[in-house]
């Protein structure tokens, strides 16, 4: 079965204890994003990823880290997590060519940062 | 800059009625749209889609889009919603550049017995 999976699905730290969420796909894409969504805001892009080693900031970049060593997985870093930091997060992908292709999304990560 | 606009927070409809959920855009050049749907603690689905062609897009569980050019939107239709239904909507278009989708902020379908 073609998805997109996230590791954990809960999470509850503390301000400044280092975090990662990981995320696999299982569709050969090359694209994968990493976004948050919270109340009122629809989902907003933190990073992205075109490709292997290749990766770009997004619309809400501050805080987060990533890092794509291989086509399938694209973990997010939180290093030092703080309050704001709290809420949902959903990795995609998409395959090509991308803007005619929809994303896919994993099942979302809901952090709470105390 | 690409934007899309969801006007309506909520949307009530009776068991059985069509529904409409409505989104607007603002592209430079082709618009690539996109309607998603999130149940309860569930990642985005997606239902359909619009790149070229006909203006009636039909998708997933019923739905059903049209794309209408000259006034910018995008608007979700079923033609008799279920109770099944009630869910978070999410319109997006593709940015141009990078890959990303552009959501607006979600309307809340909310189908009564």
């Known amino acids: 079965e073609a998805q997109v999976t996230q590791n954990p699905r809960y999470l509850i730290t503390v301000t400044g204890k280092k975090l990662t969420v990981t995320c696999s796909q299982n569709m050969n894409h090359e694209y994968m994003s990493w976004y948050r969504q919270d109340p009122g805001l629809g989902l907003r892009q933190i990073y992205y990823s075109m490709n292997v080693e290749v990766t770009d900031k997004g619309d809400v970049p501050e805080g987060y880290k990533v890092s794509r060593k291989e086509k399938r997985n694209f973990p997010l870093i939180l290093e030092s997590p703080s309050p704001n930091q709290t809420s949902l997060y959903f990795c995609?992908?998409?395959?090509?060519?991308?803007?005619?292709?929809?994303?896919?999304f994993g099942p979302g990560t809901r952090l709470t940062v105390l | 800059a690409q934007s899309v606009a969801q006007p309506e927070d909520q949307v009530n409809v009776a068991e059985g009625n069509p529904l409409t959920v409505k989104c607007t855009y603002s592209v430079s050049g082709n618009p690539y749209l996109f309607w998603y749907v999130q149940y309860p603690n569930r990642g985005l689905q997606f239902l359909l889609k619009?790149?070229?062609?006909?203006?009636l897009v039909k998708g997933s569980y019923g739905f059903e889009a049209e794309f209408n050019k000259s006034q910018t939107s995008f608007h979700l239709k079923k033609p008799s919603a279920l109770v099944s239904d009630s869910a978070l909507y999410f319109c997006a278009v593709d940015s141009g550049n990078t890959g990303k989708l552009i959501f607006g902020q979600g309307t809340t379908l909310q189908v009564k017995p």
């Open positions: 995609a992908s998409r395959g090509r060519p991308q803007r005619y292709n929809e994303q896919f």
């Open positions: 619009y790149i070229t062609g006909d203006n």
